[in-house]
């Protein structure tokens, strides 16, 4: 099987020149689900954002399936991606949220009606098309806004830290109903958090960043049995 997303020698800078992200060499092949797993400033999410294209690596090439990514804009990429924040419409009921990108891509009434639907049921959402999004609970706020993300039909799906604004109790419940939904999809998938329980449930691949780098890549069974330094088996808690 072919490497679907590869990025080679990845450098990103802030303005004083300081390094964000440093030669991150990143291959996943079609159908990955990839955690990155990391504590705050560490780079994932600018890692998400030159993924996206929303900002530009200073050095480094982006492929997918083969073809360049760097100077591809980010609504050419077909990727989709699922902010923390939701970034719902609140003026639009659920049904119009979801059928945002569908209208945006010119799809006709019928298939946007057929697909909106689809989502609808997959995020077990069906019966709430006209609820408006202030009137839902978090758990289906997430719901909608996942529905939104998979409705263009990505070919890459990354979502940054959808549970971060969530009590402990509910992250843990949409937790188990967010990777039931996303391990029915056939979708490289990006889950980015700096939740090490998280990580391991929403990946079967993880990558550890700290400061701009990756310290280590392998599976959770991998990560517990043989972290790689200190600074892992101490950020992992073991």
Do not use: Y
């Not at 639009?92 to 990108?101: E, H, K, T």
């Not at 009606?113 to 019966?127: D, I, Q």
């Amino acid at each position: 099987m072919e490497n679907e997303l590869v990025l080679e020698h990845i450098n990103k800078k802030f303005d004083d020149g300081s390094l964000i992200l440093q030669d991150i060499d990143l291959r996943l092949k079609q159908g990955t689900k990839l955690s990155v797993l990391g504590p705050s400033g560490s780079g994932k999410t600018t890692l998400l954002r030159l993924i996206a294209g929303l900002e530009n690596p200073d050095s480094g090439h982006i492929l997918f399936n083969g073809q360049p990514m760097n100077d591809c804009p980010p609504h050419k990429r077909n990727f989709g991606l699922m902010f923390q924040e939701f970034a719902l419409f609140p003026h639009l009921n659920v049904f119009n949220n979801i059928a945002f990108g569908l209208k945006m891509k010119g799809m006709d009434k019928a298939q946007i009606e057929s697909r909106v639907n689809e989502m609808l049921l997959l995020t077990g959402l069906t019966g709430l098309q006209t609820r408006h999004v202030d009137d839902l609970s978090g758990g289906e706020r997430q719901r909608v806004a996942l529905a939104r993300t998979l409705a263009p039909q990505p070919s890459l799906l990354m979502l940054d830290e959808p549970l971060s604004s969530l009590d402990r109790v509910l992250r843990k419940r949409l937790l188990i109903e967010l990777t039931t939904i996303i391990s029915k999809l056939n979708i490289t998938t990006i889950f980015v958090t700096h939740d090490h329980e998280e990580a391991f449930a929403a990946g079967n691949m993880v990558i550890v960043m700290n400061t701009g780098q990756i310290e280590q890549t392998g599976t959770p069974d991998e990560l517990v049995q043989t972290p790689k330094n200190q600074w892992i088996k101490e950020f992992l808690g073991l």
